[in-house]
């Protein structure tokens, strides 16, 4: 599990600072996105949200949330960056294929760059400058294999 969750890459210290810049640019563009959503998951106000996969607009604003704000915040630390991107992505994805699927390729280009990223971020992982390389130096080093 640690393997899978926390291996950040062995890679040249200018690859782990882009790495770093990267995860933290990301990750700081994609929470602000998230915050706003978070304050309306518990407002006073009723859910008025797109239910593009069909669980409903409180759940579908759930999912967004988990993603947008939580593993946004795991990405700028470098914590289970791999499993962090894979909502990330997967709700991009959503919105540019789903959601804004008859908006043209204007609405979809935002969400496609950011997949793109988290895409690169699930392959690359997070570099040696992450929460991701502690853990790994200290228990990844008693499993075998490397990144």
């Known amino acids: 599990m640690i393997k899978v969750l926390f291996n950040p890459g062995k890679y040249s210290t200018r690859i782990d600072?882009?790495?770093l810049l990267l995860r933290v640019g990301i990750g700081i563009f994609m929470l602000t996105h998230g915050m706003g959503k978070f304050t309306r998951l518990f407002g006073d106000e009723p859910i008025r949200f797109s239910d593009p996969l069909g669980v409903g607009a409180p759940i579908s604003l759930a999912?967004?949330?988990?993603?947008e704000f939580f593993c946004s915040l795991f990405l700028i630390v470098g914590f289970a960056t791999r499993a962090a991107a894979i909502p990330l992505?997967?709700?991009m994805l959503v919105a540019a294929l789903i959601?804004?699927?008859t908006d043209?390729?204007?609405k979809q280009e935002l969400p496609l760059l950011h997949?793109?990223?988290y895409l690169s971020l699930l392959i690359a992982g997070a570099g040696r400058f992450s929460i991701d390389h502690l853990i790994w130096s200290k228990y990844g080093s008693a499993?075998?294999?490397?990144?």
């Open 17 to 19: 600072t882009v790495l």
């Open 63 to 67: 999912l967004a949330v988990f993603a």
């Open 89 to 91: 992505l997967i709700t």
């Open 99 to 101: 959601v804004h699927a």
């Open 104 to 106: 043209g390729f204007g």
């Open 115 to 117: 997949s793109l990223v």
């Open 143 to 147: 499993q075998k294999g490397g990144s």
